[in-house]
């Protein structure tokens, strides 16, 4: 089976630092992209950064661009999401997701897990 499990959420103040893990089963990071999309209170989704580890790529959205780093631990099969200096506005759940290329709607990709909940105090 392919699973993708999210972890590492949690309640920060504005300013501080999580760090998100998307621990893949199933298949290789080098098999697919993994991308981390959020969902907002709202219910809009954005898709806030992907990699490839076939070439090393990343993507991000101007949104986090500067403030998350996307990186893959192809030894754990693991892919990681470090957010820093959070604002109330990054509150939303997060979820790591795997396909075949960085597109930017969840129904792109082929498998996703439940996520994880990040909420930023101000």
């Known amino acids: 089976d392919v699973q993708l499990q999210a972890s590492g959420g949690g309640l920060v103040q504005a300013g501080g630092n999580l760090r998100l893990s998307c621990a893949a089963s199933?298949?290789?990071?080098?098999?697919?992209?993994i991308a981390w999309f959020r969902q907002f209170p709202g219910m809009k989704r954005e898709r806030d950064s992907c990699?490839?580890?076939?070439?090393?790529?990343?993507e991000y959205a101007d949104s986090v661009k500067g403030r998350f780093t996307i990186s893959a631990d192809s030894t754990l099969n693991t892919v990681n999401l470090q957010m820093n200096s959070l604002k109330p506005e990054d509150t939303a759940r997060y979820f790591c997701v795997g396909g075949s290329r960085c597109g930017d709607y969840m129904a792109e990709y082929k498998s996703w897990g439940y996520g994880t909940q990040v909420t930023v105090s101000s």
């Open positions: 990699t490839s580890s076939n070439d090393g790529s990343t």
């Open positions: 199933g298949f290789t990071l080098e098999e697919h992209v």
